[in-house]
């Protein structure tokens, strides 16, 4: 691969974007949605002390949600949008080899996800005015925010070079992040109702007069979710990877500060599988009871997933990108039917 034919193929497939207007539109839309979110933000995190943790969190994970929704359309068609254009053959004649090719799409793929980084970086740095956010959760949660936008586009631009009409590549590409985004909360939910676990609770039964009767408990048999068993299906969506990943800063009692923790304190709570025998003896209400975990102990006591996400995504992108590199190599021996070549 030659570093000056990726960084000329890059040139030009960004030189076509930035010819649009509708490009600078969608910048201009996404800067209005960040102002608004950031300016709600503020006022959602008046009440804590450390307000820049909490907008941080919820602008970065705006930021996500924007990116894994428009990245798909801009990425979609990178290989077979050339084709259908007949430019995708005059390039593959030249010193370009197919490496330079792929390689130089998915580099313009990640710099048009990454302007739209560059537009959030205003309204992080604006969060950061309310104190709070610790140095390490600012470098984690934007690494990893880079990341997943190389592997969405990674996905896309893998899409467009193995199917061969464009609008189905960027369908495709939806599917694949509304599996991850989507589909794992889907699957944990219909998961979790599906493998029950028996619980017994036992409470203390009233007389006719509404007096507690102290000698004797009535028994009671329930039937209840066991999400603990399928808690991991969690672990590839991405922001599920960009909470667990990052470091979680806690308020005097044990409580996260941001949505990142907020997040992750939900997915870790769904480890922990349920009490089997509740009980609650109302003859004795004084009686010291077992305190639930703070968040902080339930996240210090379970196990972090975020780098098993993070693998899962990057085979699922992976193979798709080489999928369509040995699809798009020349001199090509088969090619799908109505397949445009030059």
Not at 259 to 282: H, T
Not at 317 to 326: E, Y
């Amino acid at each position: 691969m030659n570093p000056s034919h990726i960084g000329t193929i890059a040139r030009l497939e960004l030189t076509q974007r930035l010819r649009s207007a509708g490009w600078y539109v969608l910048l201009g839309c996404f800067a209005l949605i960040l102002l608004a979110v950031t300016a709600y933000s503020f006022v959602a995190y008046s009440y804590g002390d450390a307000m820049g943790a909490g907008v941080f969190s919820i602008v970065v994970n705006t930021v996500l949600l924007l990116v894994v929704l428009v990245s798909p359309t801009l990425s979609g068609n990178a290989i077979n949008g050339d084709r259908d254009a007949a430019t995708l053959a005059a390039v593959q004649v030249t010193a370009a080899s197919t490496g330079d090719i792929m390689i130089g799409k998915l580099v313009a793929a990640v710099a048009t996800g990454g302007a739209f980084l560059v537009v959030a970086v205003p309204f992080m740095a604006v969060s950061l005015i309310g104190g709070g956010a610790h140095p390490a959760t600012l470098a984690v949660s934007l690494l990893v925010l880079a990341i997943e936008i190389i592997i969405v586009a990674a996905v896309g631009v893998g899409f467009s070079g193995l199917i061969a009409r464009p609008l189905f590549s960027v369908a495709a590409t939806y599917l694949v992040v509304a599996a991850l985004t989507i589909g794992t909360l889907i699957a944990f939910g219909l998961g979790g109702a599906a493998f029950r676990t028996e619980i017994t609770t036992q409470t203390r039964p009233y007389d006719s007069t509404g007096n507690v009767v102290c000698d004797r408990w009535d028994t009671y048999t329930s039937e209840m979710p066991r999400f603990d068993q399928v808690w991991w299906v969690l672990s590839a969506n991405p922001f599920v990877v960009l909470a667990d990943a990052t470091p979680t800063s806690f308020d005097a009692y044990g409580y996260p500060q941001d949505m990142f923790g907020q997040i992750k304190f939900g997915v870790r709570s769904a480890q922990l599988p349920p009490s089997p025998y509740p009980q609650w003896d109302e003859c004795h209400p004084n009686r010291p009871r077992e305190e639930p975990p703070t968040a902080q102990e339930v996240i210090d006591s379970t196990v972090p997933s975020w780098f098993v996400g993070l693998g899962i995504q990057i085979v699922i992108a992976g193979s798709l990108f080489a999928g369509a590199w040995a699809r798009t190599r020349t001199p090509a021996r088969m090619l799908p039917p109505g397949t445009r070549v030059a």
